[in-house]
């Protein structure tokens, strides 16, 4: 069955560019999701196709997907930020990554 | 803005079957594919599985032997019915609208299911 590999954990300082890669086999000819997750709450979509944001979603995230890597990019990130990053993936049933623990610190 | 509840026994003994049951509220449950979902305690989300309104089905492999998805349309109500459940069947559940190709837009607040005699 299909697999996405996402780092355990990733720190970034307040202000920097926060990087989220998903990794899995020619995942850039499939669509990717992110998804945000905060203790205690549902996760919340953040980025679907790639790279479009719904609606709510602040500017400061992005998305791109090529090859076999997808990656979640945070510009500016704030100590909000700071949450479980999930990406996803269609392929013969719907997929998700491990997960990432973004620390702002 | 459509809104889900999920409902259910919070406490299942091994061997048993797990129900659960999802209520779509302030919008139609046609034209979508909906999806359970879980997540054991500090750990990742594992999709188990999606039903589309017209009764058609996908399960996680992994699962697919003891699991069971049923929708009801007049009652805007989907169903999990997950059987031979072990304490690896513990988790918070998440019932979910799955918007292919555009993500899974909205979810439940999940109910928590423990396994445990």
């Known amino acids: 069955s299909y697999e996405l590999s996402q780092p355990p954990s990733v720190s970034v300082s307040p202000g920097q560019t926060a990087t989220i890669t998903c990794s899995g086999d020619?995942?850039?000819?499939?669509?990717v999701c992110w998804y945000q997750q905060r203790p205690g709450q549902s996760p919340l979509l953040v980025i679907y196709?790639?790279?479009k944001r719904p609606s709510g979603i602040p500017e400061r995230f992005s998305g791109s997907n090529s090859g076999n890597t997808a990656t979640l990019t945070i510009n500016g990130t704030q100590a909000m930020d700071e949450a479980d990053y999930y990406c996803q993936a269609w392929d013969t049933s719907t997929v998700f990554g491990g997960g990432t623990k973004l620390t702002v610190l | 803005q459509v809104q889900l509840q999920e409902s259910g026994p919070g406490l299942v003994k091994p061997s048993e079957t797990l129900s659960l049951t999802c209520t779509v509220s302030d919008g139609s449950i046609r034209n979508y594919y909906w999806s359970w979902i879980r997540q054991p305690p500090g750990k990742g989300l594992e999709w188990i599985g999606h039903i589309y309104y017209t009764g058609s089905t996908n399960y996680n492999p992994s699962l697919k032997s003891r699991v069971t998805m049923s929708i009801d349309t007049s009652k805007n109500q989907f169903s999990l019915k997950l059987t031979s459940v072990t304490a690896a069947d513990t988790a918070l559940y998440y019932c979910v609208r799955e918007n292919k190709p555009y993500g899974v837009d909205v979810w439940g607040q999940g109910t928590t299911v423990t396994v445990s005699s």
């Open positions: 020619k995942l850039g000819n499939k669509y």
């Open positions: 196709q790639d790279a």
